[in-house]
């Protein structure tokens, strides 16, 4: 078995895929069982603007063994709660998506049938005060999940605002720190098999050949290996997502910074916001069919808190998934394998997803097509879950009458939204395979923020008595919004952590 194995790896590409994937590959490689390098150019900019991440973030930064509060000073981070969605379904109007989950400790998937009863009897209104992240968030406090079942807190769920170019710089020292190699140059020639088309070396401008039994492309959207070279088609999603552009510039920092991102709805597309320690990330997606280009501009930069510190930066997509994430001996990560705009923050989650599925597949040096196939239907299966996801937001917005807004209603959605949306309308089910990035209280939370209604709930929840239930319910929320009031500040909680490794 030892001719089998692989025994070297090539990274095209460094940026945050990049050295996300050598940062990983490169802690799992002891003893080394294979030499790692990464060739990347500094010439070649990279697209940067992944600053915000959901919780998924947590099994990442364990794998690679990072220091929680050297990584937060490192890459001036703060803590993020969940994301604010203003505007979505009209001017004026606001919800928040919170990580962790809704009603008590001991609460499951039936208190959202209890609350549906009793919103259904106009005994409750809102669902937020339900939610002690998003109580947390709207209070701009912050307190950390705990593991005892029977606490509060055990719903809390948490992730991170980073500069993504600092991440990449920190990673990158834990890689090389770990034994991967960097090579800087531009990529001149790909070599191929001429027989199996695996590709078998990279040769930089300056003429150094780098050999390879696998190759993962980390070159972002140009996709140098898995599409220039290896002709990977890539399916397109744009008839659910129609925004093609997006502008992001960064802002002088105005205030302690809140516990979550924000995502507030344009005239043709949205904006982001999200603060960092040193400064804000700002950024306007859009669809170039309904918003001009200098239009744009002057809408990002009409809508900023604070002073912008440089010009806003273009970036042109488009939305869908490449045919084959894995094919023959490349295996793309990142940009290279598909694109989700960052309305809910998953850009980041998905390098971490093809990371972990090649530690799990990782193969011989003939990359069984099975081993392929295997790692393809289950990206696949990632990437459009949380594409409906995404879709949802767009097909749900009320009180927003711009042709954009109306085009995104008018378009029929993807079937497996359509079940979801016709489930929980009828039986306030939400429908959920056995591995979705995003869970139910994710899903209840944009259902309910985009003004989604369901007209029933799963008759067991009646096994209960309904004026029980009800006193049930406001002792949760009054629970909730005690322990919210006296959780320390955000800020005040990123001091204490930055004090101690400072110290």
Not at 31 to 50: H, K, R, W, Y
Not at 122 to 145: D, H, K, M, N, V
Not at 387 to 394: I, N, T
Not at 410 to 433: E, H, M, N
Request: aromatic content about 10%; hydrophobic content about 40%; glycine content about 8%.
């Amino acid at each position: 078995m030892s001719d089998r194995r692989i025994r070297k790896i090539v990274i095209l590409g460094g940026g945050t895929a990049g050295w996300m994937t050598a940062a990983a590959l490169a802690k799992v490689n002891s003893p080394p069982l294979f030499d790692l390098t990464v060739v990347e150019s500094d010439e070649i900019a990279t697209v940067g603007v992944g600053e915000a991440t959901i919780p998924t973030i947590h099994w990442f930064n364990q794998l690679v063994g990072l220091d929680e509060a050297a990584f937060v000073r490192a890459t001036q981070a703060t803590f993020k709660l969940g994301i604010e969605f203003p505007g979505w379904t009209g001017d004026g109007t606001t919800y928040l998506h919170p990580f962790g989950r809704y009603g008590g400790p001991r609460d499951q998937s039936m208190f959202y049938h209890r609350w549906i009863r009793a919103w259904l009897a106009s005994q409750i209104t809102e669902f937020e005060p339900f939610s002690l992240a998003a109580q947390l968030a709207r209070q701009g406090r912050f307190a950390r999940p705990s593991t005892d079942p029977k606490s509060l807190a055990s719903t809390l769920g948490y992730a991170y605002h980073f500069d993504a170019s600092l991440y990449g710089r920190f990673l990158r020292q834990q890689a090389e720190g770990n034994g991967a190699r960097r090579v800087e140059g531009k990529v001149s020639d790909v070599e191929q098999d001429s027989e199996s088309g695996f590709v078998r070396a990279l040769t930089t401008e300056r003429g150094e050949r780098i050999e390879g039994d696998l190759f993962i492309d980390c070159s972002g959207f140009r996709g140098v290996l898995i599409g220039q070279t290896l002709k990977t088609g890539y399916e397109d999603w744009s008839r659910w997502l129609p925004c093609d552009r997006a502008l992001a510039v960064p802002t002088a920092s105005v205030g302690a910074p809140t516990p979550y991102t924000r995502a507030t709805a344009r005239s043709a597309g949205w904006q982001w916001r999200i603060p960092l320690q040193h400064r804000t990330g700002n950024g306007l997606v859009y669809c170039s069919e309904y918003l001009g280009d200098a239009e744009a501009a002057d809408l990002l930069l009409a809508n900023l808190d604070g002073e912008p510190l440089a010009e806003p930066r273009p970036i042109r997509f488009r939305t869908g998934i490449r045919s084959r994430a894995w094919n023959k001996n490349v295996v793309s990560i990142g940009l290279s394998s598909g694109f989700l705009e960052p309305l809910e923050s998953t850009s980041i989650h998905f390098i971490q997803s093809g990371i972990a599925k090649l530690l799990s597949l990782f193969p011989t040096r003939d990359c069984p097509e099975v081993t392929a196939e295997q790692f393809n239907r289950t990206y696949r299966a990632d990437m459009e879950s949380a594409r409906d996801m995404l879709v949802l937001h767009y097909r749900a917005t009320k009180g927003r009458e711009e042709p954009f807004w109306r085009a995104c209603r008018d378009a029929a959605p993807p079937d497996s939204l359509q079940f979801k949306l016709d489930s929980f309308v009828q039986t306030g089910r939400i429908v959920l395979g056995t591995d979705e990035l995003f869970k139910e209280a994710s899903w209840f939370s944009v259902l309910m923020g985009q003004g989604v209604r369901p007209r029933d709930y799963n008759p067991l929840a009646d096994a209960w008595d309904a004026a029980a239930d009800l006193a049930q319910l406001q002792a949760v929320k009054s629970a909730i919004a005690e322990q919210a009031g006296r959780s320390e500040t955000h800020q005040a909680s990123l001091e204490r952590l930055l004090a101690a490794v400072a110290s």
